[in-house]
Nanobody, 121 residues
Framework: QVQVVESGGGLVQAGGSLRVSCAVSGSIYTINRMGWYRQAPGKQRELVATITSGGTINYVDSVKGRFTISRDNAKKAVYLQMNSLKPEDTAVYLC???????????????WGQGTQVTVSS
């Protein structure tokens, strides 16, 4: 069984920094894309950043230049360094991983429970 666990959220003042981490464990053959999404109260879930196994990175325009996504394939982990945080970055940040559990299985999306990031003004 696959588990996706986030950590590192918290409360920070505007202009500050936070780093959130995500570790994947369980029955895993290979991981393709990993990424971070966020969901604020009353809003739809939105993509923040993704990174493929080959290192291709994608950011939503609102975080470009402020957030950096990285991954450690050996640790099956993905990280999001968030700098120059703004109150509008406040949301639950969710980790997503596209995983193939077995050699002949298809890729499926797995989600963590999320970690709260709150930016005060």
């Amino acid at each position: 069984q696959v588990q996706v666990v986030e950590s590192g959220g918290g409360l920070v003042q505007a202009g500050g920094s936070l780093r959130v981490s995500c570790a994947v464990s369980g029955s895993i053959y290979t991981i393709n894309r990993m990424g971070w999404y966020r969901q604020a109260p009353g809003k739809q879930r939105e993509l923040v950043a993704t990174i493929t196994s080959g290192g291709t990175i994608n950011y939503v325009d609102s975080v470009k230049g402020r957030f950096t996504i990285s991954r450690d394939n050996a640790k099956k982990a993905v990280y999001l360094q968030m700098n120059s945080l703004k109150p509008e970055d406040t949301a639950v940040y969710l980790c997503n991983a596209e995983i193939r559990e077995y050699t002949f299985s298809i890729y499926q999306d797995y989600w963590g429970q999320g970690t709260q990031v709150t930016v005060s003004s």
